[in-house]
């Protein structure tokens, strides 16, 4: 393919050799991982020996509580799939039941994907958290850079090449080498791993020069009953800033002026739990400084993104639309405090409904529409879903839409022509996640416990079992662990932001997948957590949580330090 390999490095780099590794999960010799990393039909098909042996030998002693916890759940089972679920909003049609399994299956699957209520042992294949796509590769810096482990070998050269473009450095044009030109003129960031690195969480700039990996979303509310009408149709998501479009771009390219510079000033405030310890907690203020074009608008709202983890994402898309829209109830019905709402988009390409689940705040549909959002957003480059080479420039920064774009013709009517956003994509869409830690050890079989009987599980569901028909073959019937609902929560003052993105309000978040979570550190080097990184460590994380969230919250505050630190243990298994 001459086309595809002109516009990556000549030397492609940090591609992890596919190799079988150990799961960091040995008890006495044995493994949690399945020798057989099939899908869901093969978890039928065959025990296995290493995970029955594992779970023998680190049983602990846990009450099963099972009527008091059940009382405790409102994830719902397959049964209801036939009712149509609240969480369509008015005048959307959406699926309210799988159309890709046999009665039979469904009846199946509801059983697999019921919560557990025996704490004793790890479930089975519960190590496998995305099923047969799970990396069991050793745990080091690139864990979350590693390909789906059920990827047919002739695939392996899209998941190269993807990465290599991931990793690509884009330049300002007109250049010599014309294939990588087309920077900006205004962005945050040069390559796609600029922001992701190793594939992981960005994270804030604590006190450095650079805020790579960290900016701020710009928008306002509707103004006017068409603008209310166009957010209530999906038809646009909210308003940019008159000046700064939708995002602060702090770097430019060469004889333009960026847009100005995210400044961060923390407040600490203390928390004093049930048992009387005290712990600290930072709260951000963000401001806009540095202003090359004038004030904001007074209407403009502020919010700061970190750059989340790019693992599972595939897996997530291939989660069936009538699953995670029967776990909704914008209403709270039930009257368990819990409210889930879908968030209601539009795909990019085709322009026809669909639910969001990616984002912060479940904006994109697709990984390809998250993509295309960060091509022309954050580093300013055009692609066949957003073709406007001059990025978030707006009208009235005249002198970014004269600078020359990198568009080439003989390349395609975009910088990065639609093959480029293909790769990317099935890169972006196969990056495995790491096989769980200590899966069946006493004190994550306590945390785990300690999280369902919290009220976690509320939003931050285990289980799911993807499409059978998945475009994906490897990503099709497949056992998942996400830990999400990936719908829409009020989150309570303390993490509102205030602006509303489509469906979602000022207040209102989308449920982050928790695979992975405990190897930030490791892969990121840092453990800044939430949507602005303003907790330090998981602790911080959850004490942040209000809303929809606080009796979870509460929960967690009242328990014993050696309790908080099994639920943070199991955590940190994930």
Same mark, same amino acid.
């Given at each position: 393919?001459?086309?595809?390999?002109?516009?990556?490095?000549?030397?492609?780099?940090?591609?992890?050799?596919?190799?079988?590794?150990?799961?960091?999960d040995?008890?006495?010799?044995?493994?949690?991982?399945?020798?057989?990393?099939?899908?869901?039909?093969?978890c039928?098909k065959?025990?296995?020996?290493?995970?029955?042996?594992?779970?023998?030998?680190?049983?602990?002693?846990?009450?099963?509580?099972?009527?008091?916890?059940?009382?405790?759940?409102?994830?719902?089972?397959?049964?209801?799939?036939?009712?149509?679920?609240?969480?369509?909003?008015?005048?959307?049609?959406l699926?309210?039941?799988?159309?890709?399994?046999?009665?039979?299956?469904?009846?199946r699957?509801?059983?697999?994907?019921?919560?557990?209520?025996d704490?004793?042992?790890?479930?089975?294949?519960?190590?496998?958290?995305?099923?047969?796509?799970?990396?069991?590769?050793?745990?080091?810096?690139?864990?979350?850079?590693?390909?789906?482990?059920?990827?047919?070998?002739?695939?392996?050269?899209?998941?190269?090449?993807?990465?290599?473009?991931?990793?690509?450095?884009?330049?300002?044009?007109?250049?010599s080498?014309?294939?990588?030109d087309?920077?900006?003129?205004?962005?945050?960031?040069?390559?796609?791993?600029?922001?992701?690195?190793?594939?992981?969480?960005?994270?804030?700039?604590?006190?450095?020069?650079?805020?790579?990996?960290?900016?701020? +979303?710009?928008?306002? &509310?509707?103004?006017?009953?068409?603008e209310?009408? !166009? =957010?209530?149709? *999906? #038809? /646009? %998501?909210?308003?940019?800033?008159?000046?700064?479009?939708?995002?602060?771009?702090?770097?430019?390219?060469?004889?333009?002026?960026?847009?100005?510079?995210?400044?961060?000033?923390?407040?600490?405030?203390?928390?004093?739990?049930?048992?009387?310890?005290?712990?600290?907690?930072?709260?951000?203020?963000?401001?806009?400084?540095?202003?090359?074009?004038g004030?904001?608008?007074?209407?403009?709202?502020?919010?700061? +993104?970190?750059?989340? &983890?790019?693992?599972?994402?595939?897996?997530?898309? !291939? =989660?069936?639309? *009538? #699953? /995670? %829209?029967?776990?909704?109830?914008p209403?709270?019905?039930?009257?368990?405090?819990?409210s889930?709402?879908?968030?209601?988009?539009?795909?990019?390409?085709?322009?026809?409904?669909?639910?969001?689940?990616?984002?912060?705040?479940?904006?994109?549909?697709t990984?390809?529409?998250?993509?295309?959002?960060?091509f022309?957003?954050?580093?300013?480059?055009?692609?066949?879903?957003?073709?406007?080479?001059?990025?978030?420039?707006?009208?009235?920064?005249?002198?970014?839409?004269?600078?020359?774009?990198?568009?080439q013709?003989?390349?395609?009517?975009?910088?990065?022509?639609?093959?480029?956003?293909?790769?990317?994509?099935?890169?972006?869409?196969?990056?495995?996640?790491?096989?769980?830690?200590?899966?069946?050890?006493?004190?994550?079989?306590?945390?785990?416990?300690?999280?369902?009987?919290?009220?976690?599980?509320?939003?931050?569901?285990?289980?799911?079992?993807?499409?059978?028909?998945?475009?994906?073959?490897?990503?099709?019937?497949?056992?998942?662990?996400?830990?999400?609902?990936?719908?829409?929560?009020?989150?309570?003052?303390?993490?509102?932001?205030?602006?509303q993105?489509?469906?979602?309000?000022?207040r209102?978040?989308?449920?982050?997948?928790?695979?992975?979570?405990?190897?930030?550190?490791?892969?990121?080097?840092?453990?800044?957590?939430?949507?602005?990184?303003?907790?330090?460590?998981?602790?911080?994380?959850?004490?942040?949580?209000?809303?929809?969230?606080?009796?979870?919250?509460?929960?967690?505050?009242?328990?014993?330090?050696?309790?908080?630190?099994?639920?943070?243990?199991?955590?940190?298994?994930?």
């Open positions: 393919m001459p086309f595809i390999t002109s516009l990556i490095p000549v030397l492609v780099t940090g591609i992890q050799p596919r190799r079988v590794g150990a799961v960091n040995l008890v006495k010799g044995g493994s949690s991982a399945p020798k057989d990393l099939g899908a869901l039909d093969s039928d065959h025990r296995n020996e290493e995970v029955e042996k594992e779970a023998r030998v680190s049983t602990v002693e846990l009450a099963t509580r099972k009527s008091r916890l059940l009382s405790k759940l409102r994830i719902a089972t397959y049964a209801a799939l036939a009712v149509a679920p609240a969480a369509i909003a008015a005048g959307f049609d699926p309210t039941k799988r159309t890709d399994l046999s009665e039979a299956d469904l009846k699957v509801a059983e697999v994907t019921r919560p557990t209520t704490f004793s042992k790890a479930e089975q294949y519960e190590a496998m958290q995305a099923g047969a796509t799970t990396s069991v590769d050793p745990v080091t810096e690139d864990s979350f850079s590693h390909i789906s482990a059920n990827i047919p070998f002739e695939e392996e050269q899209n998941f190269k090449l993807g990465n290599a473009l991931f990793r690509k450095l884009w330049v300002s044009s007109p250049s080498t014309q294939a990588s087309g920077l900006g003129p205004l962005f945050n960031a040069r390559s796609c791993m600029s922001c992701h690195v190793n594939d992981g969480r960005g994270k804030p700039p604590e006190g450095g020069p650079s805020a790579v990996s960290m900016f701020l +979303r710009l928008s306002r &509310a509707a103004r006017t009953p068409e209310e009408k !166009a =957010i209530g149709g *999906a #038809d /646009i %998501l909210n308003f940019p800033d008159p000046v700064y479009g939708h995002q602060l771009q702090d770097l430019a390219v060469p004889g333009l002026a960026a847009e100005g510079r995210m400044a961060i000033r923390y407040d600490e405030e203390t928390v004093t739990l049930g048992d009387g310890e005290i712990m600290s907690l930072r709260r951000p203020h963000y401001a806009a400084t540095n202003l090359a074009y004030p904001l608008d007074a209407s403009t709202t502020i919010s700061a +993104r970190v750059a989340p &983890a790019m693992i599972g994402l595939g897996l997530i898309e !291939a =989660i069936p639309e *009538a #699953d /995670i %829209l029967a776990r909704a109830d209403d709270d019905a039930d009257g368990d405090g819990i889930g709402k879908a968030a209601i988009v539009r795909d990019h390409r085709s322009g026809e409904i669909a639910l969001g689940r990616f984002g912060w705040k479940a904006q994109n549909a990984v390809r529409d998250q993509n295309a959002d960060a022309a957003n954050d580093i300013g480059i055009s692609t066949p879903d957003r073709p406007d080479a001059h990025g978030d420039c707006t009208e009235a920064e005249e002198k970014c839409l004269e600078m020359p774009t990198g568009v013709k003989r390349l395609g009517e975009e910088e990065a022509p639609g093959p480029i956003l293909d790769l990317v994509t099935f890169y972006s869409e196969n990056l495995a996640v790491p096989a769980r830690r200590k899966a069946s050890f006493p004190e994550t079989l306590k945390g785990k416990r300690i999280f369902y009987e919290s009220g976690c599980v509320s939003c931050h569901v285990p289980k799911f079992v993807t499409r059978r028909d998945s475009p994906d073959k490897a990503q099709s019937f497949q056992l998942i662990w996400p830990y999400s609902d990936f719908l829409l929560h009020d989150m309570g003052d303390g993490l509102a932001d205030g602006q993105v489509g469906l979602a309000s000022g209102e978040w989308r449920t982050p997948p928790l695979w992975g979570i405990g190897l930030t550190r490791t892969v990121s080097g840092h453990s800044f957590f939430l949507h602005d990184g303003r907790a330090r460590d998981l602790n911080e994380a959850i004490l942040w949580h209000g809303g929809e969230a606080e009796k979870a919250r509460n929960a967690f505050s009242s328990l014993s330090k050696d309790d908080r630190a099994a639920l943070i243990t199991f955590l940190e298994s994930l």
